[in-house]
């Protein structure tokens, strides 16, 4: 039997309607995953990986263990430079996932006496991390950088704001956010943010989940579309999402990737990616470069756009230039009611509860892809706008 305390958590989200569970995959019109670019199921990207295979004679269904014991294989460097040559940065560290990466580097980084300022609305991959960290963290208010400055302000040692040199020695003020909120598909003003940060001496690290694929030329991000890379500490992109396959990378100097690679435990006590998955991030980057399904994303991004303009909606929707659009929906079971007669028109639209965003903050979390149709977009904005009108 579950320990009464647990039984009684999970009673709780019973009785809130905000209990998880594990659904099946379905056929329904994909506007719910974060395959933005149909990578997943990328022929060229397919073949591609088994031909790397083949090349590399890497006839092995797993890596065998850590990369620091046998599973560091051949590919991995290859990877490892392609993806830092592609994000012009210096080194690219290759994770098992953005969320054991974001655990990795924020456990391990910020040390004792250190300050971090985190963006109230970060991944819970963040705020895991940090809470595994030694240094003092703060939320700062979402995209604020009033607020981000004076708490700042607040929160250094007395002594550093009096100007003493010799404590500025002693701690590092870390800032971090997302380029693409995963939740919101909002964004920072990323230039007035690596101003700041530049002018003070703190280190940014942007989470880049959302933005590789998204923004920039060939989908490096946001940060490279801003040409700011140089002006970061640290990035984290990830792959199991425009990328279609799994991994994560942390992208910064080499001597960050030498720190990591000796302090971060979730690099180093887990056993390492098979070379399968490793070949398939080298096809899809390799794919990125050339794909025509950017400008098809962009296209069905500045349609939805349009046509819930059209149709006055946008007071309902949080506004995001990005692949990730949100239409606020008060309450679990209002929200969860309206994805549910969404799946019956055949849409696969998923409804984000509470505690997952702040109670009232409940929305429908509308992904959008490449290969969406225009006829469905239309449809699912038309079926909406009759929804929230109606009061269901
Ligand atoms: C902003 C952000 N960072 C990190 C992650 C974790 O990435 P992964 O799915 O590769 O573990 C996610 C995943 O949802 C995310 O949205």
Redesign the pocket.
Known sequence: MLPKKLQKKLDERTANNSLRKLGAVTNLIDFSSNDYLGFSKNKTIFKRTAEILNTENLKLNGATGSRLLSGNHQLYEQAEQQIAKFHNTESALVFN???VA?LGFFSSVPQRGDLIFYDELC?A??RDGIKMSDAKSYKFRHNNLKDLTSRCHVERPPAERAGSRNLHETFEIYVVT?SVF?MDGDQPDLKLLTDFCTQNGFHLII?E??ALGVFGNNGEGLVQELGLEQEVFAR?V???KALGCHG?AILGSKALQEYLINFARSFLYTTALSPHTVATIISGYEELSKTPEKVRLQSNIEMFQNEIAARQLESHFIESNSAIISCIIPGNDRVKHISEILKKKGFDVKPILSPTVPKGQERLRICLHSYNKHEDISHLIKQLHSLLKKDV
């Open positions: 996932s953005g969320y974001n991944h991959s963040i997302e995963s989470d989940a959302h984290l990830t792959f199991g994560a």
